[in-house]
């Protein structure tokens, strides 16, 4: 299994630029989310999803939209990129039977983003 | 609201020696606690958890964790350090019937040889 594979690595953007992360994940896990992580602030949730075709907005949804067309896969789009969306991006998965919220996230390998 | 506070931003130990990262946490109802690891250039990887029973619950590397409801608080621990465990830990939180994790900001855990 390759898990949650997150593509690309590595993007440098120019201010105004959109673009679209790639998140995609072979353990046929419900629940997919997109975090980022800055320097001194740990992770912040940007989107989450339960399911194909459902969505919602986490802690820092601004500039940022989703879509889930698919149990396997949930990209997350930059509409318009700016400096201030300069980060590192995780999406992770988690299986969603059992009690709700007790099982661990898998987390891919991120993508870090420069926008200049 | 949930939160996640891990009040040290660093912490050193002498390889050998025990070590403790701490965390404390706010959410309303019964906390799902989770404790993750980065490595440089990483993703996080999963540690351990703490959703029901035991307070002290045993996890990868020889990791564990004590949930103390009383002080809020989910103490991850190992009583010797490697110089392989130095990475960024995270702690989490989200309340029962939610998926959705709450991370303190990391803390910095370098063992010294």
């Known amino acids: 299994n390759a898990g949650v594979t997150q593509t690309p690595k590595f993007q440098v953007l120019k201010t105004g630029q959109s673009m679209t992360l790639q998140c995609a994940q072979d353990?046929?896990?419900?629940?997919m989310s997109w975090y980022r992580q800055d320097p001194g602030m740990g992770l912040r949730l940007i989107h989450y999803?339960?399911?194909?075709?459902?969505?919602d907005q986490g802690e820092v949804p601004n500039g940022y939209n989703v879509s889930r067309s698919t149990t396997e896969d949930f990209p997350l789009r930059l509409l318009s990129a700016a400096p201030s969306q300069t980060s590192v991006y995780f999406c992770a998965s988690k299986i969603s039977g059992g009690l709700v919220g007790s099982s661990e996230a898998f987390f891919g390998q991120g993508t870090r983003l420069t926008v200049v | 609201a949930q939160s996640v506070a891990q009040p040290e931003d660093q912490v050193n130990v002498a390889e050998g020696n025990p070590l403790t990262v701490k965390c404390t946490y706010s959410?309303?109802?019964?906390?799902?606690l989770f404790w993750y690891v980065q490595y440089p250039n990483r993703g996080l990887q999963f540690l351990l958890k703490y959703i029901t029973g035991d307070n002290l619950v045993k996890g990868s590397y020889g990791f564990e964790a004590e949930f103390n409801k009383s002080q809020t608080s989910f103490h991850l621990k190992k009583p010797s350090a490697l110089v392989s465990d130095s990475a960024l830990y995270f702690c989490?939180?989200?309340?029962?019937?939610?998926?959705?994790?709450?991370f303190g900001k990391g803390t910095k855990l370098s063992v010294i040889p």
């Open positions: 353990m046929n896990h419900e629940y």
């Open positions: 999803s339960v399911g194909a075709g459902i969505t």
């Open positions: 989490a939180v989200t309340r029962a019937g939610s998926y959705q994790l709450t």
């Open positions: 959410v309303s109802g019964n906390p799902y």
